[in-house]
């Protein structure tokens, strides 16, 4: 079974819980539960949130999606190296991983220097990486990932008709 790992990167308070929260129209929180995504076309794609970063919250990702077999997930994390640990769990798990780096984030006082080698160490891994700037509009950054998952998930099926 194809899965596709769709993760908002960024320093904390650098808008990643925003971008979901956009993303959903409505203020959205990691639950045991999947839920509906409208991509477009009328279309609809089954996912599963993270909201809060593994790393922020002390936990494995893995552990987190245990019981979890949703196709696509999608994860906010924090850009440290512990972050590396959650990308090694989508890796390891056969995902096709869709990573946008908030560089600079909405806080942070200017673009950072990749000071972890996160970039070069995803790309080299096979993840599709997109770096935007936070303190920009928001639609479009959050469009390029309704439109990432519309794709994938449309190529294998998995987009139906909105409920």
């Not at 439109?147 to 987009?159: E, M």
């Amino acid at each position: 079974m194809e899965r596709l790992f769709v993760t908002v990167l960024g320093n904390r308070n650098s808008g990643k819980s925003l971008t979901w929260n956009t993303l959903f129209g409505a203020t959205v929180r990691t639950s045991k539960n999947t839920r509906t995504l409208p991509v477009s076309g009328g279309r609809c794609v089954e996912v599963f949130l993270i909201s809060g970063s593994p790393e922020e919250r002390q936990t494995y990702a893995g552990d987190i999606l245990a019981d979890q077999d949703c196709q696509v997930v999608l994860c906010s994390v924090q850009y440290a190296e512990l972050g590396k640990d959650t990308y090694d769990y989508a890796f390891t798990n056969g995902f096709t991983v869709f990573s946008q780096w908030l560089n600079p984030g909405y806080h942070d006082e200017g673009e950072n220097f990749d000071r972890h080698g996160i970039a070069p160490w995803l790309v080299a891994r096979g993840a599709t990486l997109s770096m935007r700037d936070a303190t920009r509009p928001i639609k479009p950054r959050v469009e390029e990932i309704r439109q990432f998952i519309d794709g994938w998930a449309l190529a294998r099926g998995l987009a139906l008709p909105c409920p």
